[in-house]
């Protein structure tokens, strides 16, 4: 029985092998799980994200079969190419970050389907570089490193305030950019970006701004 089920399944006409489809799909999956694992470690536990590192244990492989079905057949990969069309994802991309790692997996899974195994290493080991040097410095070097300031005030005193108040953080926060502003429930929400300091006192800020600012209520958020 198990003999004429191994026959007949040879017996179909397959441009590719059954040895070069376990290795393709094994090594995308191998892939898979280093991508996932990559994007736990340098972003997983740190942003808040639309999750779609869910899909990459099943979307390598997936990507992989895919190509290694249309790498031949013109006239399915125009069917496939047309079925797609219709595809529509409702679930955003949160985060640019999150592109990344996507393109990372599809990458990935081309490689293992066309046989790129060398190329699809070295693109690991260049990306796991150079995230890991970003994760190494991103504490150090505050040359280009942006934090975010959230400042609300009660709408009421924020036109007396607001030129105050913004002297005063061009005074002591550099690099300084008002990104958005917003209005609710009686207060106003500014949204700043500045470039980080290492040994800046936030605890004094924030004295010297609540004394700049009395007797109106100011209530500081910074991330």
Same mark, same amino acid.
């Given at each position: 029985?198990?003999?004429?089920?191994?026959?007949?399944?040879?017996?179909?006409?397959?441009?590719?092998?059954?040895?070069?489809?376990?290795?393709?799909?094994?090594?995308?999956?191998?892939?898979?799980?280093?991508?996932?694992?990559?994007?736990?470690?340098?972003?997983?536990?740190?942003?808040?994200?639309?999750?779609?590192? #869910? @899909?990459?244990?099943?979307?390598?492989?997936? $990507?992989?079969? +895919?190509? =290694?079905? &249309?790498?031949? !057949? /013109?006239?399915?990969?125009?069917?496939?190419?047309?079925?797609?069309?219709?595809?529509?994802? #409702? @679930?955003?991309?949160?985060?640019?970050?999150? $592109?990344?790692? +996507?393109? =990372?997996? &599809?990458?990935? !899974? /081309?490689?293992?389907?066309?046989?790129?195994?060398?190329?699809?290493?070295?693109?690991?080991?260049?990306?796991?570089?150079?995230?890991?040097?970003?994760?190494?410095?991103?504490?150090?070097?505050?040359?280009?490193?942006?934090?975010?300031?959230?400042?609300?005030?009660?709408?009421?005193?924020?036109?007396?305030?607001?030129?105050?108040?913004?002297?005063?953080?061009?005074?002591?926060?550099?690099?300084?950019?008002?990104?958005?502003?917003?209005?609710?429930?009686?207060?106003?929400?500014?949204?700043?970006?500045?470039?980080?300091?290492?040994?800046?006192?936030?605890?004094?800020?924030?004295?010297?701004?609540?004394?700049?600012?009395?007797?109106?209520?100011?209530?500081?958020?910074?991330?």
């Amino acid at each position: 029985m198990w003999e004429e089920f191994v026959s007949y399944i040879e017996s179909l006409q397959s441009p590719v092998t059954w040895s070069e489809a376990i290795v393709a799909v094994g090594f995308s999956i191998l892939a898979s799980i280093a991508c996932y694992l990559m994007y736990q470690l340098f972003y997983g536990s740190r942003h808040i994200g639309a999750g779609v590192h #869910r @899909t990459f244990l099943i979307g390598g492989p997936a $990507i992989t079969a +895919l190509f =290694l079905g &249309i790498q031949t !057949s /013109i006239p399915l990969s125009l069917g496939l190419l047309g079925a797609l069309s219709f595809v529509r994802f #409702r @679930t955003p991309v949160k985060d640019p970050a999150e $592109i990344g790692f +996507l393109l =990372l997996l &599809i990458a990935s !899974s /081309i490689g293992a389907a066309t046989g790129n195994f060398l190329v699809t290493i070295m693109l690991f080991v260049v990306i796991f570089i150079v995230l890991g040097i970003q994760w190494l410095t991103r504490n150090r070097i505050t040359l280009f490193g942006r934090g975010h300031l959230m400042i609300s005030v009660d709408q009421p005193s924020f036109p007396e305030l607001e030129k105050r108040l913004t002297a005063f953080l061009r005074e002591r926060l550099r690099g300084l950019s008002l990104e958005t502003m917003s209005t609710l429930d009686d207060r106003v929400g500014l949204h700043y970006q500045y470039r980080r300091q290492s040994d800046f006192d936030w605890a004094a800020f924030t004295n010297d701004l609540n004394q700049m600012a009395a007797p109106a209520k100011v209530e500081v958020f910074v991330g």
